[in-house]
């Protein structure tokens, strides 16, 4: 993105410049900040000491300070005069660290750097490598210093009238504490350390935000901050005439840009606030009270964080009861600091939720000279929050060469500048830009660029014939694609290009993206067991669309990224991100009846046998109504119950045959889940079972379950968790009138989890538990496993530690092992043979007293065992 755009060589006929376009209407009083110095931080030097200048720099690096250092080529701007730029970055830095020395006070450019700090008003931290402070008394000024300034006057190297400026100089470097690098002991690393603690005293380091944007991303990222930051209206707080705070309040349409300008705002403001800003991002829609009050609560203690100065313990304290005390605190400390603070609230929705949670933090009682900035869709919902139009702006717009520079990023990456373009293409580009032109509240008559829908038509362009700029016209007159109007409305004709190229399967799986991943409904699943939460939530949501579809991890990621690149998905390698412009389309989507995706994602189920997603629970189903049968969902793909108390006791699978997935959380009437075919005993056995797509089975905190015998269909299981259930509950994981289940037959599955308070299985005798044990470890595609029961039924007067168990026949794919053994089991034969195993866990074993040496696991990274405590530690020698 370009700072400061050249103009285009034919202005752009309907768009006005961004100043032209502003509204005028309002206060007259306006706050312009001073641009954010790019350095905060100049190294001042001469040559003889660049190896230790070097060295501190990046030093300084490190703790995230923007240092000036002229051997670093991003800090000199290419193709500009170089000494200009050291002078102005010399003048604009909030610290000046000068190296002193003799070569230093004997050097033009280094004099020049120190008397522009004293000119500006610099803080200067001198650093007595090789001179001592005694050095720079008056005399030797006069005697030593300036007979070498003279000399270079001589030569003509600089004027007469600075020696002047130069003495005043020096006389201030006296003047200010400084270290000495004697005084350490004539340790390198001990001076540099003390040094970069002192210059982190005098400004504390830009504080690295998750809400950081590369500034080479926005497209007029100066520009754009300068305007909003010009933008800001002052309000007098009521009741404290001294007091002032400023207020802006943006609005537009979905997705031109707020979200990635209000972030840019942060990164901008820490110029002027240090690293007293901070980012709020509200939910743009009204999502379930349980999941709510979590986020409001992480929101919270992010602010805290930011801008309460309170310890670690006392936010971690904080519970979604006592939210209370979390906006005490913030007030608090906002009270105690009394130094302004930069506040940016996102995405403010229509609901009353998000418009009151707003208001709470605009009334915590911000410090006199804070600035707010809030955005929303509409200057309705501002001045709803902010309690005037006086502070609601539509957002600044792009410019025509930033519109068309970010189109070309995307659709052409190699064209590195619009300037470059022979006349006939930047006709063409010129064309297609235009197409992302849109009708917004604020701009009319004229209309304003739609960043999101140039980033799509951008990606599409990309795919249509190798990125040939001449090929786009003939796809541009393809009216069944590109609809020509101005209207906001129609957004989605170009939203739709990249998704109507997918396969179907893609295709479906962006919706999974767009209306459950994203949504936050899953927030409350705990990652994959056998991660041992050391995945992140993009691999979580892999493994999700893996099982779901029924391809490969690999695959599934493939698939992903296949959607990030269209630009459908937003680009992280952390997190399932979609943009709510993008939700929205996927919503329009589904509600076009007759259509694969409304069967997929079907908002009615008055069709229910086409119906492919269902997930019910907490206070309404996501998609479709409580049924109370699932009889007639012969397609059904994933089922989620979440808190579906009237489900009843028995849970009938008999006709689900394309089930994939079976995910049932804290239902609390459930007794049973069955499944009524002719072969109930073993059916299994039989190529399968009558279940056979099901793969995936979770059940947790399913207090009531009593048997859950439709596990003896299901012989294509690959993952099951059965996790927390009272004393009674399933003995033999069957009814009482049927055999126990016999885990040999489940050959596909990878990982199994059984962990609880209490006897899931009913393997009350040692012995059983052995023989059950053994058994199932010997599944030879099995790659974790947990058995972790707080109560395996010992005896009081056991006798501790006195069996083995030896591991023979063990899956060699273990990687994942964590045991809670009875307390007659003394020791473990056989574990340094399991060569994949990365992770065991034997913690709660107190009877264990022996294991083999596990030094030839070369993969083992983590080892608890009762001797290590609770926590976990890495494997370091032998046990």
Not at 389 to 417: D, H
């Amino acid at each position: 993105m370009e700072s400061s755009p050249r103009r285009c060589l034919r202005d752009d006929p309907v768009s006005p410049s961004l100043e032209d376009g502003m509204e005028t209407s309002g206060p007259k009083r306006r706050r312009v900040c001073e641009p954010q110095p790019k350095h905060d931080v100049f190294l001042s030097h001469s040559g003889q000491e660049k190896a230790f200048v070097e060295q501190l720099y990046h030093d300084l690096r490190r703790v995230n300070q923007r240092a000036f250092f002229d051997q670093d080529s991003n800090c000199l701007a290419k193709a500009e005069k170089f000494a200009r730029e050291i002078i102005d970055a010399a003048g604009r830095c909030r610290v000046g660290v000068v190296v002193v020395s003799e070569g230093y006070l004997t050097s033009k450019w280094p004099m020049l750097e120190l008397s522009r700090f004293v000119e500006c008003g610099v803080k200067v931290f001198p650093l007595f490598l090789k001179l001592s402070p005694s050095d720079l008394k008056g005399n030797e000024v006069e005697t030593k210093w300036k007979q070498s300034w003279r000399q270079l006057v001589e030569r003509g190297e600089v004027k007469e009238e600075v020696l002047e400026s130069w003495s005043k100089a020096v006389k201030e470097l006296r003047s200010s504490n400084g270290l000495e690098y004697g005084k350490f002991a004539n340790s390198e690393y001990k001076y540099r350390c003390a040094v970069v603690e002192e210059i982190c005293k005098l400004w504390p380091p830009r504080v690295k935000c998750s809400t950081d944007v590369p500034q080479d991303e926005i497209q007029g990222y100066e520009r754009l901050c300068k305007v909003a930051s010009s933008m800001f209206t002052e309000m007098k707080v009521v009741g404290r005439d001294e007091e002032i705070h400023w207020y802006l309040g943006l609005y537009g349409m979905g997705g031109v840009g707020k979200t990635t300008l209000c972030k840019a705002m942060c990164s901008y403001s820490q110029g002027e606030f240090g690293d007293r800003v901070c980012y709020v991002e509200l939910p743009s829609e009204q999502v379930n009270e349980g999941i709510a009050r979590k986020d409001r609560l992480a929101r919270l203690k992010h602010a805290l964080r930011r801008l309460g100065s309170c310890d670690r313990s006392v936010i971690d304290s904080i519970s979604e009861e006592a939210i209370q005390e979390g906006w005490e605190c913030l007030k608090g400390g906002l009270r105690r600091n009394q130094r302004p603070v930069f506040l940016a609230i996102d995405n403010v929705g229509d609901c009353e939720a998000s418009r009151s949670e707003a208001r709470k933090y605009l009334n915590v009682g911000l410090p006199s000279g804070s600035k707010v900035l809030v955005t929303a869709r509409s200057q309705e919902i501002l001045r709803s929050v902010l309690r005037g139009t006086e502070y609601c702006k539509p957002i600044p717009r792009l410019e025509w060469l930033e519109a068309a520079t970010l189109f070309l990023s995307y659709a052409a990456p190699w064209v590195l500048s619009v300037s470059l373009l022979r006349a006939e293409e930047r006709e063409i580009v010129e064309r297609c830009v235009s197409e992302c032109r849109f009708e917004d509240i604020g701009y009319d008559p004229s209309s304003q660029y739609h960043p999101l829908v140039l980033r799509a038509l951008g990606t599409y362009f990309h795919d249509v014939d190798g990125g040939n700029v001449m090929r786009w016209e003939e796809a541009l007159e393809n009216r069944n694609k590109l609809q020509r109007s101005r209207e906001a409305r129609n957004v989605n004709a170009i939203l739709g290009l990249n998704y109507h190229s997918l396969s179907e399967q893609v295709k479906l799986v962006f919706l999974d993206c767009a209306l459950y991943l994203s949504q936050g409904y899953g927030s409350w699943k705990i990652l994959p067991w056998w991660s041992l939460r050391r995945a992140d939530e993009m691999n979580k949501w892999v493994s999700w669309i893996s099982e779901v579809h029924g391809v490969s991890p690999s695959d599934a990621k493939l698939m992903v990224k296949e959607l990030q690149r269209l630009s459908l998905v937003e680009d992280s390698s952390s997190v399932v991100s979609v943009h709510d412009l993008y939700k929205e389309f996927a919503r329009v989507l589904v509600e076009k009846e007759g259509s694969i995706e409304w069967h997929w994602w079907m908002s009615q189920v008055s069709n229910a046998k086409h119906l492919k997603r269902l997930v019910l629970g907490f206070d309404e189903p996501i998609i479709g109504r409580a049924m109370g049968t699932f009889v007639d969902c012969r397609s059904l793909v994933y089922l989620e119950l979440v808190q579906c108390d009237d489900i009843g006791p028995d849970l009938e699978l008999g006709n689900l045959r394309s089930l994939r997935v079976l995910d049932v959380f804290w239902c609390e009437n459930l007794k049973r889940i069955v499944c009524s075919c002719i072969n109930r005993r073993h059916c299994y056995e039989r190529t399968g079972g009558c279940l056979s797509e099901l793969t995936t089975v979770q059940l947790r905190w399913v207090e009531s379950l009593e048997a859950v015998p439709f596990l003896r269909h299901c012989g294509n299981l690959q993952h099951l968790e059965i996790h927390g259930f009272p004393i009674e509950s399933m003995p033999g994981f069957v009814a009482t009138d049927e055999e126990p289940i016999d885990f040999r037959y489940f050959k596909a599955l990878r990982t199994i989890r059984f962990r609880g308070g209490w006897d899931i299985l009913g393997l009350v005798k040692c012995d059983a538990f052995i023989i059950w044990l053994l058994t199932v470890l010997q599944l030879e595609n099995l790659t974790a496993f947990e058995y972790a029961l707080y109560d395996l039924g010992e005896e009081e007067n056991e006798e501790v530690g006195v069996r083995t168990i030896e591991l023979v026949q063990v899956s060699r794919k273990l990687s994942v092992l964590s045991l809670r053994l009875p307390n007659e089991i003394g020791e473990v034969k056989g574990l340094q043979l399991l060569s994949e195993l990365t992770t065991l866990n034997l913690s709660w074993s107190g009877g264990l007293r022996r294991l083999p040496d596990l030094r030839c696991l070369s993969k083992l990274k983590w080892l608890e065992h009762p001797q290590c405590g609770l926590n976990r530690k890495p494997v370091i020698g032998k046990m």
